[in-house]
């Protein structure tokens, strides 16, 4: 592989039926081309994750996945509140989820956590009122 492959998907806000869709045909596509199983599946995990934040948090979004020799690089991409306090939402459990989508079983506050856990690289920009970029790498 020479030239990086690449994917985008627009993320669908508010719809839960469909959050997880862009991540499960990034697994499918990176099955196709031959990525080790052990990547994809931390490429999916972190890129779920983000994918359902976006949904709760966000109104949705756009995600970029670009397969390069070595690594996958996955840009997550809103217009969203952002995020007031990165370190805060950056610990374990900490969430500010709605409680209609708490009873949906989503927002327990391990989002973040586990984008960072299952990737080796992990940056967050984000502008509050203006939206919130999360640009994660996994190596291979």
């Known amino acids: 592989m020479s030239e990086p492959i690449r994917f985008h998907f627009d993320v669908d806000g508010d719809n839960f039926s469909s959050a ?3 991540s ?3 697994k499918r596509m990176l099955r196709q081309i031959g990525i080790p ?3 994809i599946r931390r ?3 972190a890129m779920y994750e983000g994918e359902i934040n976006m949904v709760i948090h966000a109104d949705g979004g756009n995600a970029d996945v670009v397969v390069e020799p070595g690594k996958i690089i996955i840009i997550l991409a809103d217009r969203g509140p952002g995020i007031a ?3 805060l939402a950056m610990t374990e459990g900490y969430s500010t989820a709605p409680e209609n989508v708490r009873s949906l079983g989503f927002g327990a506050g391990m989002g ?3 984008m960072k856990r299952y990737t080796d690289d992990m940056k ?3 502008v509050v009122g203006e939206g919130t970029t999360v640009t994660m790498t996994v190596l291979f």
């Open 43 to 45: 490429v999916s995990v």
């Open 112 to 114: 973040l956590p586990n």
């Open 37 to 39: 199983a052990e990547v």
């Open 85 to 87: 306090d990165i370190e």
């Open 124 to 126: 967050i920009e984000s």
């Open 20 to 22: 997880g869709e862009a």
């Open 24 to 26: 499960v045909q990034v």
